[in-house]
């Protein structure tokens, strides 16, 4: 049996931008991430209450200019809460690897679901500067010998789905 492929990926995110001011945003391929947010009028500081989606495309402007879940993502906000977005450039070769290991990880609830094994084989990415609320280091795809390794990932997947099926309110 052949090995899966094997993918090492490093992606350092910028950010953060508005809802108000995302045309300004790289005019580049890239993945992205929108957050449920508050902006601090006296502090100029925003904090990430909830990541809410992942994204690739080819042109992240282009892509959020009007993207067709902006609805969704606006009817998760909160009173004085905001849009808030973050870009990490990716070569277009990478951009699907990169979209499915960053959601596969991370299951944002404006995300559709994703497979319970990752189609391009092992994944590892490394994420720096502008990543709150996400896992910096982690590997999906390709699951290690032994019982842990191949139930463990699957099962704890499952877990945190359900666990985050429950809505505060």
């Not at 910028?14 to 902006?39: D, I, K, M, Q, T």
């Not at 299951?107 to 609320?133: D, E, I, Q, S, Y």
Request: glycine residues 8%; positive net charge.
């Amino acid at each position: 049996m052949a090995a899966a492929p094997s993918r090492a990926l490093a992606i350092k995110f910028s950010g953060y931008w508005s809802e108000y001011n995302r045309g300004l945003l790289p005019r580049r391929s890239g993945v992205f991430c929108v957050y449920r947010a508050h902006f601090d009028d006296q502090s100029k500081t925003t904090t990430m209450h909830e990541l809410l989606h992942i994204g690739a495309a080819s042109n992240v402007h282009e892509c959020l200019a009007d993207h067709p879940q902006a609805a969704q993502w606006r009817a998760c906000l909160g009173p004085a809460e905001c849009l808030s977005f973050s870009f990490g450039s990716v070569v277009s070769s990478d951009l699907a690897a990169c979209e499915m290991a960053l959601v596969m990880q991370h299951r944002p609830r404006c995300n559709a679901p994703v497979p319970a094994v990752c189609p391009f084989g092992r994944v590892t990415l490394k994420l720096t500067h502008r990543t709150p609320l996400l896992q910096t280091r982690f590997t999906v795809g390709a699951a290690g010998s032994g019982v842990i390794g191949r139930l463990g990932g699957p099962l704890l997947r499952r877990g945190l789905d359900f666990l985050r099926s429950f809505q505060p309110g």
